[in-house]
């Protein structure tokens, strides 16, 4: 369907890929892997028409409708949440415009035999065609669904857009696009402004509506449901697997052990026939061999080995005074917003060691319960109890606000960091993707994830019994998390977990409080049981 010939992609004298060839074809959902840097992000504006290769092209049916949704949206409008939903079907309207428009022509023309008046007709066929076979949806029936699907409520669908959120707006760019239906779907990191519920319709709609698909994502569980094919970009080219995600690791597993045994075997092959050379130089029976072998090495084509990251590196909390039996204490908890309740009669007991998980919807009360917690916001009812020398360290997307912006990157650590850390520090903001001369970068001048990155290494660093983290894995990429769950799975003191991040709350949160109509409800299970739990509910619902 979709062809990537040849291409290269060239900054300065640095080459960041070349020689990249691949088809998509319409069933292919596939996975874009690889680690930060290497050209993922570049790689999928190239195939969305939006970055021009060095050189090489992209090819594609004429009609062919490709779609994609960038990381950061920049765009501003001044419509309803329905309204700028419903321009995805302004495709529908020009086509029947283009449709009328041909129609006349034939009308007016009479060189019934001409090759362009058959032209028209063929065009005027397969227009038709595609669009009497979509003529029939309901529009607006559409829309409401997929808004719904990816969260919205009825009463948001008037609301001027420019009230909500960069992530709610995302939200409305990726509804336009599942809703024109394209041919290949372009998704760079979708699940970072999704809830878990709204992650679980997408992952669906892709599975059984979508076409073509290529992702970015560092949500593990999301890639594997949804793929079966990966492409990794690694040291300036592509490797290709017809395999989901958690397959193709063992595949390229495998791929590294052949390699290396290549390599190791090259190596050899090269000294050996180097000694040979050095001893027998200037031997004169021995002349025709030393330079049958040097010209045999001169024609040797190296083999690589893929960058392997084998920075072990482990994170361990600095050790903190013991908390109370009973860290946090909710009682009876009422928050409103003017007229709008967030929930009520909320009640959490949180032990001492417990590791715990906020989920649900966005708005449902999650965060307002950490703010509350925290005494950051006013209650309208009930109480919140901290309990006994809890040293609480808390992470929310926006304490990067409370950074030093004239620090440097390595100066915000280096004033906390105390004992071995210290000799780690470069390592450290290496596995959080500050590396070589941008851990000299100052603060002011980060973006928005890099300073939430650096917030997380700081909080990691201080000595806390009582952990509050608000969506800490956004922003990091799949080695990042798991040295940030190593390090808290293996913390011994209390930890709250609000996320999305199905695979980075396996194995960590032991029970989950469920926010959603106005409660909180307790689960006594870990984060695959009361997934599995909540997909009975759901089949029960249906049944009725």
């Not at 590791?355 to 950490?370: C, H, P, R």
Request: proline share 2%; with cysteine.
């Amino acid at each position: 369907m979709i062809t990537v010939n040849d291409i290269a992609v060239e900054f300065g004298g640095t080459t960041l890929f070349s020689e990249v060839t691949f088809a998509i074809n319409e069933t292919d959902k596939i996975a874009l892997m690889g680690k930060n840097g290497a050209g993922k992000s570049t790689l999928l504006k190239i195939v969305a028409g939006v970055n021009k290769p060095t050189r090489g092209s992209i090819s594609a049916p004429g009609d062919a409708v490709i779609a994609y949704l960038p990381q950061h949206l920049l765009t501003e409008d001044h419509c309803t949440v329905m309204e700028e939903t419903s321009k995805a079907f302004a495709a529908v309207l020009n086509m029947k415009k283009e449709i009328d428009e041909i129609n006349e022509q034939l009308t007016i023309r009479t060189d019934y035999e001409s090759d362009d008046y058959m032209k028209l007709i063929e065009k005027v066929s397969e227009l038709s065609e595609k669009y009497y076979s979509i003529e029939e949806v309901n529009y607006e029936a559409e829309v409401e669904k997929i808004l719904k699907g990816l969260g919205f409520e009825r009463e948001d669908f008037n609301r001027p857009t420019k009230e909500f959120s960069g992530g709610w707006r995302m939200r409305i760019e990726l509804a336009k696009i599942l809703l024109t239906k394209p041919d290949l779907i372009l998704l760079d990191e979708p699940t970072n402004h999704l809830d878990m519920d709204s992650i679980e319709w997408l992952e669906e709609f892709l599975i059984n509506q979508a076409k073509a698909v290529m992702v970015i994502s560092h949500d593990r569980a999301f890639v594997d449901n949804i793929t079966n094919r990966t492409i990794e970009v690694t040291m300036g080219r592509i490797y290709d697997y017809k395999a989901k995600y958690s397959h193709y690791l063992e595949l390229r597993k495998d791929r590294r052990i052949h390699q290396q045994k290549a390599y190791e075997e090259q190596q050899k092959f090269i000294a050996d026939n180097q000694a040979f050379i050095e001893r027998f130089r200037g031997t004169f029976s021995k002349t025709e061999q030393v330079q049958s072998r040097v010209r045999m090495l001169e024609k040797i084509v190296p083999i690589e080995v893929d960058e392997i990251d084998n920075s072990a590196l482990k994170l361990k909390f600095p050790p903190s005074v013991r908390s109370g039996q009973y860290p946090v204490i909710v009682k009876d908890l009422e928050k409103s917003y003017g007229d709008k309740l967030i929930f009520k009669d909320a009640n959490l007991v949180i032990e001492r060691g417990q590791k715990v998980a906020f989920v649900g919807k966005n708005g449902e009360g999650k965060s307002t319960m950490i703010k509350a917690i925290m005494k950051e916001i006013e209650i309208n009812g009930g109480s919140v109890e901290i309990g006994h020398n809890a040293q609480i360290g808390y992470f929310a997307q926006n304490q990067a606000a409370q950074l030093d912006e004239n620090a440097t990157i390595f100066e915000t650590i280096d004033r906390i960091a105390v004992g071995d850390v210290r000799t780690q520090i470069k390592n450290i903001l290496g596995a959080f993707m500050f590396q070589g001369e941008d851990i000299q970068k100052k603060v002011k001048v980060l973006s928005g994830g890099e300073k939430t990155r650096l917030a997380m290494i700081k909080l990691l660093l201080e000595p806390v019994n009582l952990l509050i983290l608000d969506e800490p894995s956004n922003h990091l990429d799949m080695k990042t998390k798991d040295i940030i769950k190593d390090a808290l799975r293996d913390f011994d003191g209390t930890l709250i977990l609000v996320s999305h991040d199905r695979d980075f709350l396996d194995g960590l949160a032991e029970k989950v409080f469920e926010f959603g109509n106005k409660r909180v409800k307790e689960h006594f299970e870990d984060i695959k049981g009361f997934l599995a739990h909540k997909k009975m509910d759901s089949l029960k619902e249906i049944e009725k």
